[in-house]
């Protein structure tokens, strides 16, 4: 069993910046697959970015050389910085944990883009 907690959401105006944090129990964080997903209120819950166990990454075209996703093994922990933030990234993200075939997840933390 992996519990995720996630931290760092809030609220920002347009342009800013965020980081986001998940961090992991369990021991064999660094064999697993972590990822950022977001839900904005009516719409389904899309994958933000991911990166594997050897730090390929990969995201999604609307957030492409605004975000970025990073792992440090060592503290169990996977971050999604996030910079000229936009409105419509307003969501819930949420933190995911892969390891076919088991999947985890947070439990969400809200970022607000608003002036």
């Known amino acids: 069993q992996v519990q995720l907690v996630e931290s760092g959401g809030g609220l920002v105006q347009p342009g800013g910046s965020l980081r986001l944090s998940c961090a992991a129990s369990g021991s064999i964080f660094s064999r697993y697959v972590m990822g950022w997903y977001r839900q904005a209120p009516g719409k389904q819950r899309e994958l933000v970015a991911n990166?594997?166990?050897?730090?390929?990454?990969s995201y999604a075209d609307s957030v492409k050389g605004r975000f970025t996703i990073s792992r440090d093994n060592a503290k169990n922990t996977v971050y999604l910085q996030m910079n000229s933030l936009k409105p419509e990234d307003t969501a819930v993200y949420y933190c995911n944990a892969e390891i076919r075939p088991l999947n985890y997840w947070g439990q969400g933390t809200q970022v607000t883009v608003s002036s």
């Open positions: 990166i594997n166990s050897g730090g390929s990454t």
